[in-house]
């Protein structure tokens, strides 16, 4: 038997249940009524949806064997990605492959190579925040992550805020892309005579068979044009997928997507996160005060840089509580079921999609309490240190997804969050603007896999008058 859940409707079951934008209210909701893991119905597609750290922990670390494959996504996998996305693709040995590869770069270890450029690109944040005040943040945390993964996939230099951006198409092509991934989305998903048709026509075809096309070109481009970066021996993810040995069977398309993929899965995430930040500071000016009075004492008129880090704590919980409070992806990606298996007397068939419901996890009452308050200081124990993660639980992480899926990149973005917030708290009060919406006022915009708050105004008050002098060399040159 599957887990309980909503009633739906012969055939169509749930489907029409389902909103088309915020699904994850919807599982909360859901998990409230039917409990921590239970299941639903799109249109024949059978859904379980994990929704507190106990249950995710059991069913997608504990049990990862049989959890950690993608759902079989026709439009989304094998046209619009033409098989070659690996957050997409099935947990193939390709996969393994590809993913072991990105892991070597974005280890825990590795990722300390990033550190010097990370400080960079947040001492250009603050430059650019300076000099284009009236730029919304949007952007300006658009550039700041997507400048740091760039570099860290590509290599070669900053972008720049008032320049070219060649990470936009990337980022637009592929939220474009990740819609047909979502339940109700795709009807060649949903319908199997369909594929038939779609396979047996060129015509009909045409439009997904161009956008593999596109995409598999743009990514192409970009990685041939990181060589320059790896003669000169810079470490980055391009590099490294370069010089996996032939023996792995692995093209120089599929790696040049997964730099692409890498880069996509990246950018958006980590400015969401920084978008929810500064928010944070507009509802919560006591945080903003406390880390600064950290700040002064350990750093005072001098940026912070990672040296810092170990003093840092109340900075480093509240880099923690950004992505507790608005997990920058809710819902997670689903996962899927790569063969049947049991979970306490359920069974969890072949092909289920499995939902790593995040939203409710960072909800969860068995790990935080009062859980919609953006409170740092949850993840400090009464000496002010960073508490260690209740076991099994990763409850310092929930917003980096589960299992064998994991997010490979979430040492390289804790670090961005933490020197990013850091170096931004230490250079300005973050002050809502007169005649702007109420901090608590400021919706959300659904983006598919990341919900982010709409763009919001914040008045940035440098707290040195000599700011811009005291950010370094980088910025020297820029300016
Ligand atoms: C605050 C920033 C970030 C958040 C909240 C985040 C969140 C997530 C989540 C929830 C998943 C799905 C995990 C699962 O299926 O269980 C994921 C997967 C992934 N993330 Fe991140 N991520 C962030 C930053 C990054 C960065 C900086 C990179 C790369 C440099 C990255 C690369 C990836 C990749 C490649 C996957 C797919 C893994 C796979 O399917 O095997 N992410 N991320």
Redesign the pocket.
Known sequence: KLPPGPPGLPLLGNVLQLPASFMYLKLHEWSQQYGPIFSFNAAGQRVVVVSSAKVAGDV?DRLSAYS?N?PRWYKLNDYLSAGGN????S?SDT?RRL?KA?HEV?NVRNVNGFRSMQEEEAAITIHYLLKYPQVNLVKHFHRT?AS??WR??YGGNPLSLDGPDPSQRVQDMSAEAFKAGLPGNSLMDMFPPLRHLYANSKWLRKPLDDYATESTNMFVDLYAGAKDAWALGEPC?SNNLNKLSEDYGISQTSKAW?SG???S???D??A??LRFFALAMLLHPEVMLKAQTELDVVVGDRMPTFEDKEKLLYITAIAEE??RWH???PG????AASEDFVYEGYVIPRGTWII?N?WSQTRDPALYDEADTFDPSRFLDAEGCIKAAAPDSHDDGL????????????D???N??FISIACLLWAFEFRPVKGEAAPEDIGLVDNF??VQPAPFKVDLVPRFRDLDLRLGETVAHLA
Do not use: K, N
Request: net charge positive.
């Open positions: 997608l950690s993608r690996v957050v997409t693709m947990a996969w993913r990105v974005l992550s740091i993964i860290g996939v993810i997964t993929v890498v880069f899965a990246g950018q995430t980590t969401t996160a950004v992505t997990p920058p992806a997670g990606v689903p996962h790593d995040i917003g980096f997804g589960h299992g064998r899926r994991i997010c490979p990149g979430r390289l973005a804790a961005s969050l896999i990341t």
